[in-house]
């Protein structure tokens, strides 16, 4: 057994996730506010900043997020002040045009010491003082000793006036910003007229779910590193229709999940209600891959109370009333002393026409929920394939 790592290692590691679930939530919440104003801007992660967003390919606003557990007071020569000026003052050394029409954003959980050059630089307001602070600056880059941030102190004592009041001008601080928890709340207050009230939860949790697939393509594909700002809005629109009280929403990881590679091992019922009728392995592979969909998103929607009284038992029903009568097409005319493989053949066709009959519940009308929820009423014993399945079963459960 490996060792536990130390505590401090740990927290770090622990910190850091927090970290980047904090920039790419905090993303959302943003690209859900400048799209309601700009929706032909588009929105990168980790491409020209931790957060930017761009208008035909021109950075207009670079964001910098910082997430602390704990809560402090942040000073002129904080390491995360000057670790963030660090990469902006290299864009205005490279590229001194653009970086003028670009607002650089200092964003925070922390708080701004008072009378630090970082309080006097919040949005434009009574209290913005850029001439101050860039003497504050100035002064906390020439007397701090951190050793962490003197590549950066340096570039700044560096620049010509004129740089540090261009790139000064342009930097606009948002301390005190949501926690990773309070965005949350802050996403879903974004969303209220989206859904019905009791459901805006459970739609935040479906967009939540695009969005972080939405970011790590964008973290690993470069073609795919902008997102249109008027696309996390149709996206919107489209889950927002699914959570009409018509409507059942389909969660695209389960309709995604992988097809199953082994039969399982365990003894489930509805698994060797197939080997009863010697159903084959590719067979019973695609057909547990139907059973665990159905299951895993009757359960969601069970779960989100999105599912009316009565509606599971009612669809339910259904199933078995079109599975009895398609049971007793196949199973009337056999002789009592009719052979094994007779019966056998007469409960694949039965168990066949259940993978392929569609019946909808409400909106939804993917096979695999209907031959997965057939396959759960199998596990149960409600429903099954051999002539004899009921005695079979008993005489197998009895024996195990």
């Known amino acids: 057994m490996n060792p536990a790592p130390p505590p401090s290692a740990s927290h770090s590691a622990a910190a850091s996730m927090t970290g980047y679930l904090y920039q790419a939530r905090y993303a959302l919440l943003r690209g859900l506010q400048e799209g309601r104003r700009h929706p032909g801007h588009e929105l990168s992660i980790e491409k020209l900043d931790d957060v930017a967003f761009e208008e035909n390919g021109r950075a207009i606003e670079l964001i910098q997020t910082k997430h602390h557990v704990r809560h402090s007071d942040l000073s002129d020569k904080s390491v995360d002040l000057w670790k963030t000026f660090g990469i902006w003052m290299q864009r205005l050394i490279d590229d001194p045009g653009s ?49 962490r941030t003197a590549t950066a102190r340096s570039t700044f004592v560096g620049l010509t006036d004129a740089q540090r009041g261009s790139l000064v001008r342009n930097v606009w601080v948002f301390d005190e910003a949501p926690n990773i928890v309070n965005v949350r709340e802050e996403i879903e207050a974004e969303l209220r007229y989206s859904a019905p009230h009791d459901q805006v939860s459970n739609l935040t949790d479906y967009l939540e779910g695009w969005w972080f697939k939405r970011v790590i393509n964008a973290l690993s594909d470069r073609h795919s590193s902008v997102v249109a700002l008027a696309y996390i809005q149709d996206k919107i629109a489209d889950i927002r229709d699914s959570f009409s009280r018509s409507k059942l929403p389909l969660d695209e990881e389960i309709d995604a999940m992988p097809e199953v590679g082994e039969i399982p091992r365990d003894k489930r019922t509805f698994i060797h209600q197939m080997n009863l009728v010697r159903v084959s392995d590719n067979e019973v592979r695609a057909t547990i891959h139907d059973y665990y969909r159905a299951y895993a998103q009757r359960s969601r929607w069970a779960r989100q109370n999105l599912l009316l009284d009565g509606e599971a038992e009612q669809y339910d029903r259904a199933l078995c009333d079109t599975w009895h009568r398609r049971f007793l097409h196949h199973t009337s005319d056999l002789e009592e002393d009719c052979d094994d493989s ?17 019946v909808p519940l409400r909106n939804r009308h993917e096979v695999w929920l209907s031959s997965g929820s057939f396959q759960m009423l199998a596990d149960e014993v409600r429903v099954g394939w051999h002539p004899n399945y009921k005695s079979l079963v008993a005489a197998w459960e009895e024996e195990a």
């Open 99 to 147: 970086a003028t029409n670009t607002r650089f954003v200092f964003l925070t959980t922390d708080t701004a010491a008072n009378g630090s050059a970082l309080s006097m630089l919040r949005p434009p307001g009574d209290d913005r003082d850029e001439s101050k602070a860039v003497q504050l600056l100035v002064g906390a880059a020439t007397t701090s000793k951190n050793h």
């Open 342 to 358: 007779t019966k056998e053949n007469e409960g694949r066709r039965i168990f066949r026409w259940a993978r392929e009959h569609l």
